[in-house]
T-cell receptor
Framework: GAGVSQSPSNKVTEKGKDVELRCDPI?????LYWYRQSLGQGLEFLIY????????KSGLPSDRFSAERTGGSVSTLTIQRTQQEDSAVYLC?????????????FGDGTRLSIL | GENVEQHPSTLSVQEGDSAVIKCTYS??????FPWYKQELGKRPQLIID?????GEKKDQRIAVTLNKTAKHFSLHITETQPEDSAVYFC??????????FGAGTILRVKS
């Protein structure tokens, strides 16, 4: 596609429910990143994929958070047993290669609200 | 790990004036420094980046300078316009592939 696509754009759910957030990177981009942005804050790194493997998961805040990537393309970020502090905008970015200084291009994000 | 500090947190300038945003980083191994502009409710957009083998880079009204010795880099916007109003984020990348972001600067350009 022309850019990084994320869905849904907005998600409202009740505390304790599981949610899945989807990211479709730019075609041909092998590296994919998930970030979290709380209201008025900077971007917090969550996880990085190179192809289907995740060499860096250091930013996942707890074991309720997991992510996978299949076919070297679409990635899904899953949050289990959601808590109110999980409310944030979840941003996905992709780049041409993980190695080297390739620019990361962001999607519009998923705004997650936990009631 | 890497830590990036960004100043100021808010900046108001008169249209036509210059704006400067500064960032410092902690990891001397960091080698790539992008700047993103984020308008309200929109995605961060890359506006300029600099690699560690370069001291300065310009693109029209925007320039970035890098001082590796002091471990700081700055964004300079000249002849500011109302459409420059946004949140600006600096970031640094170390030997891994993740970007560590500053907390952001809210830039307001008053007309």
């Amino acid at each position: 596609g022309a850019g990084v696509s994320q869905s849904p754009s907005n998600k409202v759910t009740e505390k304790g429910k599981d949610v899945e957030l989807r990211c479709d990177p730019i075609s041909g981009h092998t590296a994919l990143y998930w970030y979290r942005q709380s209201l008025g804050q900077g971007l917090e790194f969550l996880i990085y994929f190179q192809g289907n493997s995740a060499p860096d998961k250091s930013g996942l805040p707890s074991d309720r958070f997991s992510a996978e990537r299949t076919g070297g393309s679409v990635s899904t970020l899953t949050i289990q047993r959601t808590q109110q502090e999980d409310s944030a905008v979840y941003l996905c970015a992709s780049s041409f290669k993980g190695a080297g200084n390739q620019p990361q291009h962001f999607g519009d994000g998923t705004r997650l609200s936990i009631l | 790990g890497e830590n990036v500090e960004q100043h100021p947190s808010t900046l108001s300038v008169q249209e036509g004036d210059s704006a400067v945003i500064k960032c410092t980083y902690s990891d001397s191994a960091s080698n790539y420094f992008p700047w993103y502009k984020q308008e309200l409710g929109k995605r961060p957009q890359l506006i300029i980046d600099i690699r560690s083998n370069v001291g300065e880079k310009k693109d029209q009204r925007i320039a970035v300078t890098l001082n590796k010795t002091a471990k700081h880099f700055s964004l300079h916007i000249t002849e500011t316009q109302p459409e420059d109003s946004a949140v600006y984020f600096c970031a640094a990348r170390t030997g891994g592939n993740k970007l560590v972001f500053g907390a952001g600067t809210i830039l307001r350009v008053k007309s």
